[in-house]
């Protein structure tokens, strides 16, 4: 029994051995895929990853927002354009024309415009109008609030961003009320088909495979994938990034290129 | 009903990698953990007072924080305190992080397993051995120990169980074990019910196993207690 003992420490020190020596000693490109952007940008601050793949906006945000963690971004251009738009469930035809007829409102009366502002431009605050809910429906609204300038809780505890001042004049537009909802990005497609939420705004890119699950809107914003490195790395390219350590959100279309292109699990 | 088993065929080498990694992290972390746990609840029985204080203090924090919390603290907080200390920048590899937290945590809840076995032992064993001419220590490695042991087997053996399935927390820090694989193939196929399902029955599984071992290894240590 004593032996037993000693046979089991024995066992799981050589293993932990062989685990961090093959974990250290890997020269292959390996992702790291985390539950929030936030999170994977922190791990780049910490040197344990090498780099991180997320969308334009949101780490340029970063960047800007957090001078002394000493980060820089690039594009690529095996990066393609990507655009960004509102999900909904297939079968809510009359959803769907609610939003696309909203946009293009407020595209036409430029609130599209000074929200963009707000956020891309100058910076001059723009006040959403409240809705009156003159339809008296209230849309459940799900967004991963992790994700600044687009949405996130700011420091007095309320959600704001680019997709909140959008939903929202969309909504106030329209009619109609919206429940904003803070939904973890894993599960976010699947509490739109369950019924959790009617409506992702979200930061969400149109994508064919998800286009076989939900609806999206016409295209409300422009991005393409960002690398964010440490100031002074020798990463300058995406095919620099072979043999490293890359860091991403779980299920983004970051994820979902780096997969591809370095042909990783 | 519509079941796409596809999304678990498709998945398999993802599910694979998962359950290996999951089991050698169990393997590791309560190994560590006994003989911290080992460690820490000799300390914790023992008449002086620092070592009380000391070893209360451990089980109370590993045992009074969630694992998440501790995870946390060591992956994302580590590197941060040690930078700042040591003036250049220390990076944690995630399953050095992931070692750490589940040990430390694993070896607080093992160390009041052991103090359990222990203390059940009854005070005629200690009195019979020192009146032999043992010391303490003796007394201890020789009586004490081996028959505590053998009552911490059930408890141990949950505790095995319990580390296994703790053991998914540690895909907020991306290692690639059995939840993550989950994460990734319900966020590609948009099916988490076929996903969760597979994930579920594959750690059902592995822990019935554990659980049928360790009733054959209590069966086994039992039969000496009926020797003649």
Not at chain 1, 249 to 262: E, H, K, M, P, R
Request: charged fraction near 20%; proline fraction near 3%; include cysteine.
């Amino acid at each position: 029994m004593r032996k037993a003992v000693r046979l089991l420490a024995l066992i799981s020190l050589v293993l932990a051995m062989i685990l961090a020596l093959t974990a250290c000693g890997s020269k292959k490109t390996q992702i790291r895929r985390f539950e929030t952007t936030p999170v994977a940008l922190i791990e780049l601050m910490n040197g344990g990853v090498d780099a991180v793949v997320a969308d334009s906006p949101v780490v340029l945000e970063f960047i800007k927002e957090n001078p002394n963690a000493k980060l820089e971004a690039f594009g690529d251009a095996e990066f393609e354009k990507e655009f960004y738009g509102i999900a909904m469930r297939q079968k809510d035809t009359d959803i769907h024309k609610l939003i696309n007829d909203g946009l293009r409102k407020i595209k036409a009366n430029g609130v599209y415009d000074k929200i963009f502002n707000t956020y891309f431009g100058d910076g001059t605050p723009y006040q959403v109008a409240e809705s009156k809910n003159t339809l008296g429906k209230t849309l459940n609204v799900a967004q991963d609030m992790a994700y600044a300038p687009f949405e996130f809780i700011n420091d007095a505890g309320n959600p704001e961003g680019f997709d909140v001042d959008l939903i929202r004049a969309i909504a106030a537009e329209m009619g109609f009320a919206v429940n904003l909802i803070n939904t973890n990005w894993d599960g976010i497609i699947p509490s739109l088909l369950a019924g959790n939420s009617d409506l992702i705004i979200s930061a969400m890119t149109i994508t064919e495979e998800r286009a076989k699950s939900v609806t999206f809107s016409e295209p409300y914003f422009e991005a393409t994938q960002y690398i964010a490195v440490k100031q002074g790395s020798k990463i300058k390219k995406l095919a620099d990034l072979e043999g490293k350590k890359i860091g991403v959100q779980n299920a983004t279309t970051g994820d979902f290129a780096v997969t591809d292109y370095f042909n990783l699990d | 009903m519509d079941f796409r088993w596809s999304v678990i065929t498709n998945g398999l080498p993802l599910l694979y990698k998962g359950v290996s990694l999951t089991l050698q992290l169990t393997v590791i972390a309560v190994g560590i953990g006994t003989v911290i746990g080992l460690f820490v609840s000799l300390l914790r029985v023992s008449r002086f007072k620092p070592f009380i204080w000391f070893s209360k203090s451990y089980i109370d924090f590993l045992r009074g924080t969630p694992l998440l919390v501790q995870i946390f603290l060591v992956h994302l907080g580590g590197p941060q305190l040690f930078t700042e200390l040591l003036g250049r920048q220390v990076t944690f590899h995630p399953m050095m992080s992931a070692i750490i937290a589940l040990s430390l945590n694993s070896g607080a809840y093992i160390a009041e397993i052991f103090r359990g076995g222990i203390q059940s032992i009854e005070r005629g064993q200690m009195e019979a051995a020192r009146s032999l001419g043992m010391t303490y220590g003796q007394a201890m490695r020789y009586v004490i120990l081996p028959q505590a042991f053998k009552r911490s087997i059930p408890p141990l053996g949950n505790e095995f169980i319990a580390m296994l399935k703790d053991s998914s927390l540690v895909s907020v820090i991306a290692l690639q074990e059995l939840m993550m694989a989950g994460r990734i193939i319900a966020g590609r196929t948009f099916r988490p019910l076929e996903t969760f399902t597979a994930i579920a029955v594959l750690y059902l599984i592995m822990t019935m196993t554990i659980s049928q071992f360790v009733s054959y290894l209590e069966r086994r240590f039992a039969k000496s207690d009926h020797s003649e």
